[in-house]
C-alpha cells in the first residue's frame, strides 16, 4: 500500500507510469494511413458486393441445470425455478417449460438454440462471448461450476456440429464469481479444471496454453477445414477482459499489465499491420463503465493505434444488446465499432436472443446486423420452440451503413428525439418487460445515459459525457485511481508500459 496506492516507499525499485504521456506517446506511431481517423469509414465507399460472410454472435447463456418448470419463479433467492424454490403462489410465478423472464434457462432451451442457430442460420462461424454459469450465486461452488462449464460446453459444441466457434472467458465463469488473478500462470482453479475441455477448440498448443495461462488467445479466422473465412488475413482475439471488471477484486492488487495481455495484443497486431492483414477483437466486459481506467485507457489507445488493421469489436456481460462507437483518442472522430450481444439466459426480464452479423468478405466490414429472439410466450403457452427475426440495424435504425460515422449521426438522433431513445430501449431489450411499454417516456435523463454509453469508448469518456461540472469529474477520477489503482513498472524489467510507450 505505502509503494503501489500512496508512492512514498521503494521507489528506487518501482517506476509509476505515466498514462498521459504512455497514451501520448503510442499515437505518435499511428500509421499514414490512421492520421485522418477515417480508415473504417471510407471502406465502405466501395464494399465488394459479394456474398456476404454471416456470422453469428451468442453469449450470456447462464444455463440452470436445476430449472424445474412449475417451481415458483419469486422465492426471494437470487436465482428462482429451482428444485428448492417451493411452490407458486399464484399463476403468475409458474415457471414455464421454456424458461421464465425472472430466471435462466434450463439446458433444453440452449439445446433448442444452438440448435436453430447451426441449421437454421446456418453460419459460417459463431464468436461465443462468454457467460455459461446460472446466477444462484449463494450456493455456487468450485465443482459445480467445473461440472456446469463441461456441460455447457458439451452442449454448444454438440449443437454447433459442423460450425467453426470462438469461445470467450466471462466473468461467471471463474470461481469465485468474477474473481481472476493475474499474478501468476493457472491461478484461477476453475479455470484450470474445466479449461482442457475448450482445448478442442483451440487453435494449436501455444494458444491452449495461453489460454489455459491467462484466458486470453488468437486464433486465425477459419472453418473447420483450415481455409480461410472470407478473402482477408483475418484472426481473432479471444480476450480476458474480465481483468478489467470492477467487480474483480483481484484488480487491488494489480499494479501492471495484468498477464502481459495489452503488450502481446499490441505485438500481435504490430505484426498482423506489417502484413496487411485484419483483426477481430472479442471480449465479455466491454470497455465502458465497468472496466477500470488504467486498463480501459490503455486498451482504448492500442484500438486507436491499430484502427486500420482492426475491423470491428463484440462484446456482451449487460445481457442488454448495445452499441458503442469507438471514437479516436484525440479528435474524437467516430473509427470503429463495438457490438454488445444479447443474452441467452431470460435474467433480467428478457426473451433469450443472438445476433447475426454481415461481413464483407474483401475487407471484413460489417454490412448489416440482425437480432433473433426465442418467443417465450409462444412456447410455453403451446410446448413448440420458436425463433423470430426482431430487427435489422439497417433497416430498423435507418442507417446508410454500419459504418461507424452512420452510427454516430443515429447516436445524436438517439439523443434528441424520444421516439428514437423509446426504440433503442426496446431494441436492448429485445422486447421483453424490462423495455416496459414502447411508448413509455424517454426523458432526457435517460437519453443522455444511453447517449454517452453508446458514443464513449472508456470508463473516463462516460464521465465527462455525463458531468457538466469537471470538477465532479476529477474527484470521480481521483477517488477511482485510489481504489483501482495506478500501473508501475519494476525498474530494469521490461513492461507494456516500459516497452510499448
Not at 415458483?72 to 410465478?93: H, Y
Not at 426465442?374 to 435489422?392: G, T
Not at 464521465?463 to 485511481?481: A, I, V, Y
Request: with cysteine.
Amino acid at each position: 500500500m505505502c509503494t503501489f496506492w500512496f508512492y512514498v516507499c521503494d521507489k528506487d525499485n518501482w517506476a509509476q507510469l505515466d498514462l498521459d504521456n504512455q497514451i501520448f506517446d503510442l499515437l505518435q506511431k499511428k500509421p499514414a494511413e490512421a492520421l485522418t481517423n477515417d480508415y473504417v469509414n471510407k471502406l465502405y465507399a466501395s464494399p465488394s458486393g459479394k456474398e456476404p460472410i454471416k456470422v453469428a454472435l451468442i453469449s450470456d447463456l447462464h444455463t440452470d441445470f436445476d430449472y424445474v418448470p412449475g417451481k415458483s419463479n419469486n422465492c426471494g433467492r437470487p436465482l428462482c425455478c429451482r428444485s428448492d424454490s417451493g411452490a407458486p403462489k399464484d399463476a403468475s410465478e409458474v415457471a414455464g417449460k421454456w424458461g421464465d423472464f425472472a430466471c435462466d434457462i434450463p439446458p433444453w432451451t440452449l439445446d433448442n438454440m444452438v440448435d436453430f442457430v447451426n441449421n437454421t442460420i446456418s453460419p459460417d462461424a459463431v464468436l461465443w462471448l462468454g457467460d455459461s454459469i446460472p446466477h444462484n450465486v449463494e450456493s455456487l461452488t468450485l465443482e459445480n461450476n467445473v461440472k456446469i462449464m463441461q456441460n455447457v460446453t458439451a452442449a454448444v459444441s454438440s449443437g454447433l456440429e459442423g460450425t467453426k466457434f470462438f469461445p470467450v472467458i466471462g466473468n461467471h465463469d471463474t470461481y469465485p464469481q468474477d474473481v481472476i488473478s493475474m499474478q501468476k500462470p493457472r491461478d484461477n482453479q476453475a479455470i484450470n479444471e474445466w479449461g482442457p475441455s475448450w482445448a478442442p477448440f483451440l487453435p494449436n498448443d501455444e494458444e491452449i496454453n495461453r489460454f489455459l495461462d491467462w484466458g486470453y488467445y488468437s486464433a486465425d479466422f477459419v472453418g473447420l477445414d483450415g481455409q480461410p473465412i472470407g478473402n482477408a488475413k483475418t484472426r481473432i482475439f479471444s480476450l480476458n477482459t474480465n481483468i478489467c471488471y470492477q467487480m474483480n477484486w483481484e484488480l487491488f492488487a494489480q499494479f501492471v499489465d495484468p498477464g502481459n495481455m495489452l503488450q502481446w495484443l499490441h505485438d500481435e497486431l504490430e505484426e498482423i499491420e506489417s502484413e496487411g492483414g485484419t483483426a477481430i477483437l472479442l471480449g465479455h466486459v466491454p470497455n465502458l463503465n465497468e472496466c477500470g481506467r488504467e486498463f480501459g485507457k490503455r486498451f482504448h489507445t492500442i484500438i486507436d493505434r491499430f484502427q486500420a488493421t482492426i475491423r470491428w469489436q463484440a462484446y456482451s456481460h449487460t445481457h442488454q444488446q448495445q452499441i458503442q462507437i469507438i471514437s479516436d483518442v484525440m479528435s474524437k472522430k467516430p473509427i470503429g465499432m463495438s457490438f454488445i450481444v444479447p443474452s441467452g439466459t431470460t435474467f433480467r426480464g428478457k426473451p433469450p436472443g443472438f445476433n447475426v452479423l454481415y461481413l464483407d468478405p474483401d475487407t471484413m466490414i460489417p454490412l448489416d446486423l440482425e437480432t433473433w429472439a426465442f418467443d417465450l410466450d409462444h412456447a410455453n403457452q403451446y410446448d413448440e420452440p420458436r425463433w423470430e427475426k426482431l430487427y435489422d440495424y439497417k433497416e430498423d435504425l435507418d442507417l446508410e451503413d454500419l459504418s461507424p460515422d452512420s452510427f454516430s449521426d443515429w447516436a445524436y438522433r438517439l439523443f434528441s428525439n424520444e421516439t428514437v431513445c423509446q426504440q433503442y430501449r426496446s431494441i436492448r431489450h429485445l422486447g421483453g418487460p424490462a423495455a416496459g411499454s414502447i411508448t413509455d417516456a424517454c426523458a432526457y435523463v435517460e437519453r443522455e445515459k444511453q447517449f454517452c454509453s453508446a458514443v464513449a469508448s472508456n470508463w473516463d469518456e462516460i464521465q465527462f459525457c455525463h458531468d457538466k461540472d469537471r470538477s465532479h469529474r476529477l474527484l470521480l477520477t481521483s477517488l477511482e485511481n485510489n481504489v483501482v489503482h495506478h500501473w508501475y513498472n519494476k525498474r530494469g524489467e521490461k513492461s507494456f508500459g516500459s516497452m510499448v510507450f
